[in-house]
């Protein structure tokens, strides 16, 4: 079974940069749609980002322009590069695999944007 494990979260600066990755066990993760997720507190997590197997990509409203998702099969990673973050990014940041009825998430890292 695929196992996913994030890195790259941290406290940046409003206005900074971060660039999350997200690596999966397993020889299968080309075939996987991949996405990243956030959740901050008191709210449901929302999408953030998709990326099909054939790496097509989709955005949420709050993120487009300035967050990009992308994939390196040869690395089994996926990788969500956030610019220009606000403190409303502030979020535990969640990757997730899909692969027909299977979907699997990480256990997430938290990015903060404070000054």
């Known amino acids: 079974q695929v196992q996913l494990v994030e890195s790259g979260g941290g406290l940046v600066q409003p206005g900074g940069s971060l660039r999350l990755s997200c690596a999966a066990s397993?020889?299968?993760?080309?075939?996987?749609?991949m996405a990243w997720y956030r959740q901050a507190p008191g709210k449901q997590r929302e999408m953030v980002a998709t990326i099909s197997s054939g790496g097509s990509t989709n955005y949420g409203d709050s993120v487009e322009g300035r967050f990009t998702i992308s994939r390196d099969n040869a690395k089994n990673t996926v990788y969500l590069q956030m610019n220009n973050l606000s403190p409303e990014d502030t979020a535990v940041y969640y990757c997730?695999?899909?692969?027909?009825?299977?979907?699997?998430w990480g256990q997430g890292t938290q990015v903060t944007v404070s000054s």
């Open positions: 397993g020889n299968t993760f080309s075939r996987y749609a």
């Open positions: 997730q695999s899909k692969y027909s009825l299977l979907v699997l």
